[in-house]
């Protein structure tokens, strides 16, 4: 059993030293609290409405910040986001820190460009859905509009991962009786992936302003089982601690033997039938 922490923040645009800073905080009290891990919403580091000052503030493997995101891990395991550069390329990208390292990037696949979304204007796309071992079990990460599309959480499920780390800048909207429509669109997804793909799923989503954009939070954890363990608030920074079984993921695989009787070469048969038609 182990707690993780749910950093539901509002980062400031474009000023990473004073993002670093929060997530110095965040990482402080989530100890308090007795974690054991921390997660961070979705360009966490820098702010989501970055456009033209994504090349200003992208972090390269060997910068400065990343030594000292590096250094914070020594304190608590962590994921962050931030804008990654790479030969000259920026990605929205993940990233896992733990005992002094960078363990594991995750660039950010599927980016929406849409409504009020532009991410392809900026970003390169990543080409990945890689899962790896976090030291307490198999992770998979996905950023926001990764998640979704059920076939990201499905590539997870035929990697046997205990759990789906969601990291999210998701705007409020469809203002409702009983919340924002968009808080429980997230909320569906996260219910039926947990359920049926027998993994843990954290989902943690932003708050605050970047320019006329208003982030909703809502962030939430669901257990392997399908079941609800937290809730954070609406439009406001929180902090929350859920527990991690790896036992209990065995035991919902042993009830609902899903990965047992999948037959992803059938769907990698009719994926190529399907992709090689007129």
């Keep these: 059993m182990m707690k993780i922490a749910m950093a539901q923040i509002a980062p400031y645009l474009g000023k990473i030293e ?33 456009m033209d000052l994504v090349p200003d503030v992208a972090l390269r493997v060997d910068s400065s910040t990343m030594r000292s995101l590096k250094e914070l891990s020594r304190e608590l395991p962590f994921f962050a986001g931030f804008a990654l550069e790479e030969r000259d390329l920026f990605y929205n990208a993940s990233g896992f820190f733990r005992d002094g390292k960078l363990v594991h990037i995750h660039r950010k696949v599927l980016l929406p460009n849409y409504s009020m979304f532009e991410e392809k204007r900026f970003f390169a796309e990543g080409n990945r859905f890689e899962a790896f071992d ?14 979704l599309h ?21 705007p409020a909207r469809g203002m409702q009786e009983d919340g924002f429509s ?10 039926v992936v947990s359920k049926f793909f027998t ?23 669901y257990g392997p089982t399908g079941t609800k363990l937290v809730q954070l ?15 209990e993921v065995r035991r919902s695989r042993i009830l609902f033997p899903a990965y047992r009787d999948e037959r992803p070469e059938v769907i990698f048969k009719e994926m190529r039938r399907i992709l090689n038609e007129d």
């Design 199 to 221: 993994t843990y799923v954290a989902y943690v989503n932003r708050v605050g302003f970047d320019g006329g954009m208003g982030f909703a939070g809502g962030s939430h954890a």
């Design 233 to 247: 608030a609406e439009l406001e920074e929180d902090l929350k601690v859920f527990e991690f079984s790896r036992e």
């Design 18 to 50: 004073d993002n670093l800073e929060k997530h110095r905080d965040f990482i402080v009290r989530a100890k308090k609290m007795g974690a054991e891990l921390v997660i961070f919403p979705e360009l966490s580091l820098t702010g989501y409405e970055l």
């Design 150 to 170: 059920p076939s990201t959480s499905y590539l997870y499920f035929l990697q046997q991962v205990d759990l789906i780390v969601v990291q999210s800048a998701a």
């Design 134 to 147: 976090a030291g307490f079990g198999r992770v998979g990460v996905l950023i926001c509009y990764d998640y």
């Design 182 to 191: 968009s808080i429980q669109m997230w909320d569906n997804m996260s219910r």
